[in-house]
């Protein structure tokens, strides 16, 4: 059982609290991603995990022991960092090799297998470069292939599609979740990207300031954020955020007018995402005039402004209007309305 738990961990740098005390249990198998803005404590808190950063409190258990005192190799895990630690001096071939050649694989073996593993990373043109011959992607894709090259008990990857352009990471993307399909070892995956957390995680631990604020399935966090914050972050154009007040059982704010089975109430967001309006004739819930299209391909973004109301929906590609003329939009069949408090960010409905 390849389980991971922090159990109380706490971690600051001199009097600053990078981490405050919490506890998350990694379960066997699991896929777990750290999503969060820059400096929420993603590196942090999966540098304890990985022994190259101390503990300030707490205690980490991996496979049921306490290993807060062992060093990083002792701990049966492939790490993925953001600056690569490649050996400058071996070649492609001879950094994938290396956790093999550590492990006592023999040389046969270990050339079929770093081949097979560079394949899958589309670096077999490149076996016989030095780090320094290659470009920030390649050299990625290089400490990628070096972690799976094996299989240990815990894969920890910090951001390690960041630097591949847009069409690689999607192909590596899948490369990974089919590898762990394949082998169901423990991940725990750092990235502040929202997209790749979606499509990776069997959890996501939704991290601002140092906390988890969700911790949830995928599926979960995207139809049920728990507070603005999360509401904000997931989703793509993000979900439309709209300050108004709640008063006779409807939602008020400049050109919106949503029923609303709540009592009256001032200081409340409304929140629906843009995937769940649509264009509709007058008279619809949000009414203003049409600010901007922009064609995305499959679809069109369309955005409404009503004074300081602003609210997007993702529309057909062929929509055509022209812009500052009335629009209209309307939540479709089964849409969803999320409301928050302004002040404290917490869910409401
Ligand atoms: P990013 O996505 O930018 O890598 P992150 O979520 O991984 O960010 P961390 O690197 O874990 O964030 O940093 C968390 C907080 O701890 C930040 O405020 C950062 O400035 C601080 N921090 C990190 N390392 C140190 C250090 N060695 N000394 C002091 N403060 C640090």
Redesign the pocket.
């Known amino acids: 059982m390849a389980e991971v738990r922090l159990v109380d961990i706490e971690k600051k ?1 001199g009097n ?1 609290l ?1 981490v405050p005390q919490q506890s998350l249990t990694i379960e066997d198998g699991e896929f777990l991603v750290l999503l ?1 803005p ?7 808190t999966m540098r304890m995990i990985a022994g190259l950063e101390d503990i300030t409190a707490g205690d980490i258990m991996i496979k049921g022991e306490r290993v807060n005192d062992k060093p990083p190799k002792d701990r049966d895990i492939a790490m993925v960092f953001q600056n690569y630690g490649l050996y400058p001096h071996m070649t492609v071939r001879q950094n994938i090799e290396y956790p093999l050649k550590l492990r006592g694989v023999a040389k046969a073996d270990r050339r079929k297998r770093a081949e097979e593993t560079a394949a899958k990373v589309e670096l077999d043109a490149l076996l016989e470069r030095r780090p320094s011959e290659l470009s920030g992607g390649q050299r990625q894709r290089v400490a990628l292939a070096r972690a799976i090259v094996r299989t240990p008990s815990i894969f920890l990857m910090d951001e390690p599609l960041s630097n591949l352009d847009a069409k690689l990471r999607v192909t590596m993307r899948a490369e990974l979740k089919h590898l762990h399909h394949e082998l169901g070892v423990t991940t725990v995956y ?1 990235t ?1 990207d929202q997209m790749e957390a979606m499509t990776l995680a069997n959890r996501v631990a939704v991290m601002r300031e140092g906390r988890i604020v969700q911790l949830d399935t995928p599926k979960k966090i995207y139809a049920e954020p728990a507070d603005l914050f999360v509401a904000g972050f997931i989703g793509s154009p993000s979900m439309n955020l709209i300050d108004g007040t709640v008063s006779g059982g409807v939602f008020r704010a400049e050109g919106v007018d949503v029923p609303i089975d709540m009592p009256d109430r001032e200081g409340v967001v409304l929140g629906i995402r843009p995937e769940e309006l649509e264009i509709a004739p007058g008279g619809a819930a949000f009414t203003g005039k049409l600010y901007a299209l922009e064609l995305t391909g499959d679809s069109t973004l369309v955005t409404l402004r009503a004074g300081k109301t602003s609210v997007c929906a993702r529309g057909h590609a062929d929509f055509e209007a022209d812009i500052n003329t009335d629009c209209h939009l309307a939540p479709k069949d089964g849409a969803r309305f999320h409301l928050f408090d302004r002040a404290s960010g917490e869910r409401l409905i």
């Open positions: 740098y600053f990078a969060g820059s400096g929420c404590g993603k590196t942090t750092v502040h």
